[in-house]
């Protein structure tokens, strides 16, 4: 049985950072495509940044880039997502996502995925 536990999130003010942690337990950690989405109230979840199996390379939608930087650490299980300069626009429930099948370069997001329970991120003006 694959688990996934987010951890990390909490109230911070505009121009904070925050780092999240996710760490997985239940098969190979290391040869599965990972990556952190988010939802906000009222809206769709989506897609805010992946990394490839091997970690060599990252991929951010545009409203994060050069904001957050997604990392991992095999050795720990683990996945991070650091968050600098926060704004109200990124509060949501954070998920950390782990690809179902190993070897992808990219997650796909869906609801065959493991998904963790969500991290509450709050940015306050």
């Known amino acids: 049985q694959v688990q996934l536990v987010e951890s990390g999130g909490g109230l911070v003010q505009t121009g904070g950072s925050l780092k999240l942690s996710c760490t997985s337990s239940g098969r190979t950690f290391g040869i599965y495509a990972m990556g952190w989405f988010r939802q906000a109230p009222g809206k769709d979840r989506e897609f805010v940044a992946g990394?490839?199996?091997?970690?060599?390379?990252?991929f951010y939608t545009q409203s994060v880039n050069d904001r957050f930087t997604i990392s991992r650490d095999t050795a720990k299980n683990s996945m991070y997502l650091q968050m600098n300069n926060l704004m109200p626009a990124d509060t949501a429930v954070y998920y950390c996502n782990a690809d179902q099948q190993p070897y992808r370069s990219m997650v796909a997001g869906t609801e065959d995925d493991y998904w963790g329970q969500g991290t509450q991120v709050t940015v306050s003006l």
């Open positions: 990394i490839t199996w091997a970690g060599d390379k990252a």
